[in-house]
């Protein structure tokens, strides 16, 4: 089946296109070992298809992407791991910059970048502002991301507010909450999407999706293509977000 001649051909219906998606990428080791080559060579893989969901977003017409590059728990890995996804990570940023301009991409990276090597927080810095004008897609790479660690400081934050006198404990509601968490001027994620198989959450954002639709797929993330993404978009296209509601309500306020 050539997959690529489908894409596209059948319109989706406006309105059930996800305004925010946000992805774990997962299974790239798994895929290079498959394939008898080191887990390098999958994040490198993985890449390529970082590069091709942008590019279906923009297409679609999606406005923000929110990608899982490297959790809070990934510290854990062989330093020689770590080390090459850094590498990886700079390489990418430095490579990627005239593409996100020209494709008028807004670059925001989300966690605690300060546990990175300067050259990166520089580089990381400096692709943020170099993109902050742009309008057409916001692209948020999480790295060393947790969505614990986003509760914790955003916790932290309204804490000292108090402290200081600036709000008192009875204004935090989850407005003023949301707002204090490291994603807070884009619309919650509308679809979840995690490849490799796993059916877990791994710690990813656990504020803002309450209220996600979730999609698992096997396909390992260097294989996910614009095929695979566009399956993930119309099992979200089928689903009734009822946000508490009955499916009647729904349909008589349609
Ligand atoms: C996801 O792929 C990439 C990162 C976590 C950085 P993995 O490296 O987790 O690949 P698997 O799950 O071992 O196959
Ligand atoms: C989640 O993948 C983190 C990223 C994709 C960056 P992991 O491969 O680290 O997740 P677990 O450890 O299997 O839950
Ligand atoms: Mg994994």
Known sequence: MNSDADVGEIPLVAGQLPVHVAIIMDGNGRWAEARGEPRHAGHRAGVASVRSTIEECIRHGIQVLTLFAFSSENWRRPKAEINLLMDLFLSSLQRELKRMQSNEIQLR???DISAFPEKLQKRIRASEQATCGNRRLVLQIAANYGGRWDIIQAARKLAVAARSGDIVPEDIDEKVFARATSINDVPDPDLFIRTGGER???????????????????????????????????????????????????????
């Open 200 to 254: 877990r959450i791994s710690n990813f954002l656990l504020w803002h999706s309450a209220y996600t639709e979730l999609y698992f797929t096997s396909a390992l993330w260097p294989d996910f293509d614009a095929a695979e993404f566009r399956r993930a978009l119309d099992d979200y296209a089928r689903r009734q977000r009822r946000f508490g509601q009955t499916g009647a309500q729904l349909e008589a306020s349609d």
């Open 109 to 111: 990276v989300v966690g």
